[in-house]
């Protein structure tokens, strides 16, 4: 076993496990599905019903829409890709990038918005001086 060594033995720098992967040929997607894919990395907006974060933790990915089609007999949509409705989700940007770039997928990245905090006062609901504040009467 002359030819093989140990995988701690081997420079880092030179090895293939340290090289980018392209797994394109290994997915088993056909290619017309690859070649022109084009997906979104985004984080998605806060639920304006209601208060919470949760979901806007995370980093999403979806696909661009392709040719769709009325079904004749149910008036349905339908379509013949398979990764149109697909979803997925990522803990950093960075991990969503590097997927994308190992499918062969061009992306676009749509920034996280971050809200500007508004300086409020409690005071200010009493104030007298404002156009707002309505008599009770």
Do not use: C
């Not at 984080?43 to 208060?51: D, G, K, Y």
């Not at 974060?53 to 769709?68: L, P």
């Not at 960075?94 to 061009?106: L, P, Q």
């Amino acid at each position: 076993m002359e030819g093989w060594q140990n995988h701690r033995d081997r420079d880092p720098s030179s090895s293939l496990w340290m090289r980018k992967l392209d797994i394109t040929t290994l997915t088993g997607v056909p290619e017309e599905h690859i070649k022109t894919r084009k997906v979104r990395i985004f984080v998605p907006a806060r639920n304006a019903m209601q208060s919470g974060v949760k979901n806007t933790q995370k980093w999403k990915m979806d696909f661009d829409t392709r040719e769709r089609w009325e079904n004749p007999l149910m008036g349905w949509a339908s379509t013949a890709d398979p990764l149109s409705n697909m979803v997925l989700m990522f803990s950093t940007k960075e991990d969503a990038i590097a997927f994308a770039e190992k499918n062969g997928w061009s992306y676009d990245i749509t920034e996280k918005r971050v809200p500007k905090p508004r300086v409020k006062s409690y005071g200010a609901n009493f104030s007298w001086d404002k156009r707002t504040r309505r008599s009770a009467k």
